[in-house]
């Protein structure tokens, strides 16, 4: 792809910021907007260790109906060509609203772990919930400079914690 067709492609998926038919109390993501430095924890059989920082970063796109973002850990510029998969995170989720249903619905995407994962969302207090077949993400602690979010894989008991992700915003 030439650095024209990128540009162009990336230009046109960009928005500026949220449709003006997002009520503010369904904006549940337009807080994300910009870039997070990250500290990601899987689960083991042993526990949890750190595996590497990461970056997430969130943009409007889609006229400002939908959030995109794009999760990198190792990070960028800490990656290379023998990271082991386990891991290794390098995809896109697409939170889309819904206008007609005032809903959002996700779309998470990992091309390195073959993941692709459909989730419905709901707000749960001070939580963010977005649950799929067999991926729930819960985002707690919610703020204007940090979050967590809790990554959890369905189990035959219900849903166990895999990995935990630990963000500061950098922009």
């Excluded at 449709?19 to 430095?37: C, H, K, N, T």
């Excluded at 796109?61 to 390098?90: C, Y």
């Excluded at 995407?109 to 819960?138: S, W």
Aim: aromatic share 8%; proline share 3%.
């Amino acid at each position: 792809m030439t650095a024209y067709a990128m540009s162009s492609m990336c230009a046109a998926l960009g928005a500026n910021g949220p449709a003006q038919d997002i009520p503010r109390d369904s904006d549940f993501y337009g807080w994300l907007v910009g870039a997070w430095e990250l500290e990601v924890l899987d689960c083991e059989a042993e526990g949890m260790h750190r595996v590497n920082s990461g970056e997430w970063h969130f943009a409007w796109v889609l006229e400002g109906r939908a959030i995109q973002d794009v999760l990198i850990a190792p990070k960028l510029s800490q990656r290379r060509s023998d990271i082991p998969l386990r891991g290794n995170r390098f995809g896109t989720g697409l939170r889309v609203y819904e206008a007609a249903a005032d809903r959002w619905r996700a779309l998470w995407v990992n091309p390195m772990q073959g993941a692709i994962a459909t989730l419905t969302v709901e707000k749960r207090g001070d939580e963010i919930v977005e649950t799929g077949d067999e991926l729930r993400n819960v985002f707690t602690a919610l703020g204007h400079d940090a979050f967590r979010c809790r990554v959890e894989k369905a189990t035959r008991g219900g849903w166990t914690k895999c990995a935990q992700i630990e963000a500061r915003r950098s922009s």
